[in-house]
């Protein structure tokens, strides 16, 4: 199912999108399958499995501790792509940076993209400005490339992002990095606010997803009052750093956590 | 053949603006400030006031008559290492203090690799009475404990990073999520001509002061310009800064010598012109070290200036269209340039620096039969910063 027809079919049964990030490779790769199968019986609709780069300038310490961990333990694009195959039940988006799409070929891995049926690709250094060409390539694939559009973005640049968003538009709530917040961000309502004017101006809708510093159940109950989706990650990981003396006791944590915040998900 | 950016920041293929979307509206804002002020009288006036007053503009071109007489050509240094502070660094840091006062910002933050970036940002910001927070790897706190005591005199507060090859690569990491996190206040300077569009054209025209000078001097001192000039690269600040104004003068044959470290063949270097691929790293396309994937390889070299897994992408084109031919220059041949340098003409060139001297030196001996060739070395800093670095590695030996 396209990205798009997973929010209208949520829609459908008056519910948001809860959008689970991992690690891929972190703790280990065959430990991936299992968390993702965790976050899905916990209720997760959309898995954003990351491609952990050497270098993440975007992510907060959380998810850069799981990059370079996931890295030492062998990670690479060939091995991504293998496990993301292996990942059913839940619509899959990748979350990387440009470098390591570039180097594989823009071509090659938007098609590894699709052989693994990852139906978005998220790359948080590519600004609008410099995605024609991937954007042209992934015009002929399923896997739709999925923008950001944060606090500090312009009118302008909004229109211009706009113009080329499929899938859904990933809502920065916050200026700074990936990683738990305590409190959320109170930017996120005009922000949306303004999205969807713009949208509505040009009639356009494509779904809108917050994400950044959600890691609380009241964080997706507000985030879920405005938007069509809440994004989750450094929380997720955290729990899977802890370990919590087991393999087992972490999966089950992982998805009572999904579950809790699935519920919030739901409109009464 | 004047390399300008595009509309997108591109010299060629390489540059543009490959950053998170949270920067991308005060990376445009900070090119329209660039733009209106540097051509501003008021501003220049200032910046070049602060130049000639503060910072000991215009710096000699020295003539170096006992390399000369060694070597067999008449080679000169751009003394760059006699600027407040040690080196060419503070040229960019005055000037990008004074448009982070411009532009209301009070916080400014920088990353350092050897610390000589961190310095003269901290000597800018007290001058110019800025908050400053300098990012450095906890590998190059170790390497240059000087710098990093200088810092925190100068007022500077020091976050060490842990993180990656714990060295430049991951300051400017770091600095960049500070920028993502605090954009509103703060203002990101940058030390070399690398990130994204505008920074390396910012920083390549607050350096550009060391070739007017060279030009004018050179003029003044032999009638002609040199038939070399030769600079080291690690991000290409004080290359950029003595090539650009001869860009057009195609008689003068430009050299880039970067840190070739244990061997370009031990895969333990900075070379990321002469051994590098091309690649997307800290917001620009240009050449890197990286792997097959795509992940982005250790650098090494003993001089913490040159350890850098990527150049400026200004530089990174230039290289390709042959206007600079690129060298690299191994830790051992540096370190014999370094003594050398010392012994005949009382100078102690920073380690970065000595890499261009070696090669000055190869130049000279292979241009012996030409006579009277006129080599232009930029000494872009001072080496007392490098002496714990150099007494380790000759009490090794």
């Known amino acids: 199912m396209s990205l798009e027809n997973k929010f209208k079919e949520l829609e459908k049964k008056n519910e948001k999108a809860?959008?689970?990030?991992?690690?891929?490779?972190?703790?280990?790769?065959?430990e991936t399958s299992k968390i993702a199968d965790a976050l899905t019986k916990g209720g997760v609709d959309i898995l954003e499995l990351g491609?952990?780069?050497?270098?993440?300038?975007?992510?907060?310490?959380?998810?850069?501790?799981?990059?370079e961990s996931s890295l030492n333990a062998g990670m690479n694009p060939d091995l991504y792509f293998n496990v993301a195959a292996g990942i059913k039940g839940v619509e899959k988006v990748c979350l990387t940076y440009y470098n390591l799409v570039l180097q594989r070929g823009l071509e090659q891995f938007v098609n590894d993209c699709e052989s693994a049926e990852i139906k978005g690709l998220i790359v948080p250094d590519l600004p609008v400005e410099e995605s024609k060409p991937l954007l042209k390539i992934c015009k002929g694939y399923e896997t739709n490339l999925i923008f950001l559009i944060a606090p500090t973005t312009t009118e302008k640049r909004m229109a211009k992002i706009l113009d080329v968003a499929s899938g859904f538009i990933y809502v920065v709530s916050l200026l700074g990095v990936t990683g738990a917040r305590e409190k959320l961000s109170d930017t996120i309502r005009p922000l949306i606010g303004g999205i969807k004017e713009m949208e509505l101006s040009r009639d356009k809708h494509v779904p809108l997803a917050v994400g950044f510093g959600i890691s609380k159940r009241e964080h997706v109950r507000t985030v879920c009052e405005v938007a069509d989706g809440a994004i989750v990650g450094s929380a997720f990981i955290r729990i899977v750093e802890e370990g919590l003396g087991s393999e087992e006791n972490m999966l089950r944590e992982v998805e009572t956590f999904a579950k809790s915040l699935k519920k919030e998900t739901k409109i009464v | 053949m004047k390399s300008k950016p595009d509309e997108y920041g591109k010299y060629g293929t390489y540059g543009g603006k490959f950053a998170p979307e949270v920067l991308m509206s005060a990376l445009e804002e900070l090119e329209a400030v660039f733009n209106s002020f540097y051509n501003d009288e008021s501003f220049t006036e200032e910046l070049d006031n602060l130049l000639r007053t503060y910072a000991g503009r215009p710096t000699s071109l020295y003539f170096a008559k006992n390399l000369s007489e060694m070597s067999g050509a008449r080679i000169y240094l751009k003394r760059e290492d006699l600027v407040h502070g040690g080196a060419h660094k503070l040229n960019n840091t005055l000037g990008q203090c004074l448009l982070a006062k411009r532009m209301v910002k009070k916080r400014i933050i920088a990353e350092t690799g050897a610390g000589q970036h961190g310095v003269a940002t901290a000597m800018a910001a007290a001058v110019l009475g800025l908050e400053c927070e300098i990012y450095m790897g906890t590998e190059d706190i170790e390497r240059q404990k000087l710098n990093v005591f200088r810092m925190e005199l100068l007022g500077a507060k020091v976050n060490p990073v842990d993180s990656g090859s714990k060295t430049l690569k991951d300051a400017i990491n770091e600095s960049m999520r500070d920028w993502v996190t605090n954009v509103e206040n703060t203002y990101y300077l940058i030390g070399s001509v690398v990130g994204p569009h505008p920074y390396p054209l910012i920083v390549r025209e607050f350096q550009r002061v060391i070739g007017k000078e060279t030009k004018e001097q050179v003029l003044e001192t032999e009638g002609r310009l040199p038939d070399t000039i030769i600079a080291c690269v690690g991000g290409g600040s004080n290359a950029m800064g003595i090539f650009y104004d001869f860009l057009e003068d195609k008689?003068?044959?430009?050299?880039?010598?970067?840190?070739?470290?244990?061997?370009?063949?031990?895969?333990?270097?900075?070379?990321?012109?002469?051994?590098?691929?091309?690649?997307?790293?800290?917001?620009?396309?240009?050449?890197?070290?990286?792997?097959?994937?795509?992940?982005?390889?250790?650098?090494?070299?003993f001089a913490a200036g040159l350890d850098y897994p990527g150049v400026g992408p200004e530089l990174a084109y230039l290289a390709d269209s042959g206007r600079v031919r690129m060298n690299s220059v191994t830790d051992e041949e540096t370190l014999r340039a370094f003594e050398l340098l010392s012994r005949k003409e009382g100078i102690i060139p920073a380690l970065e620096s000595a890499h261009a001297i070696h090669f000055a030196i190869e130049e000279a001996k292979a241009a012996k039969e030409q006579k009277n060739s006129l080599i232009v070395v930029n000494l872009s800093g001072r080496g007392d910063k490098d002496i714990f670095v150099v007494e380790g590695v000759l009490g090794d030996k």
């Open chain 2, 251 to 301: 008689e003068v044959e430009l050299i880039g010598v970067e840190a070739a470290g244990k061997g370009l063949e031990t895969g333990e270097h900075g070379a990321s012109i002469c051994a590098g691929t091309e690649g997307v790293l800290h917001g620009m396309y240009s050449k890197l070290l990286q792997d097959e994937d795509g992940q982005i390889k250790q650098s090494y070299s």
């Open chain 1, 51 to 67: 491609l952990p780069f050497s270098d993440p300038i975007a992510d907060g310490i959380t998810i850069q501790r799981a990059s």
């Open chain 1, 18 to 30: 809860l959008i689970g990030f991992i690690t891929a490779g972190y703790p280990t790769a065959e």
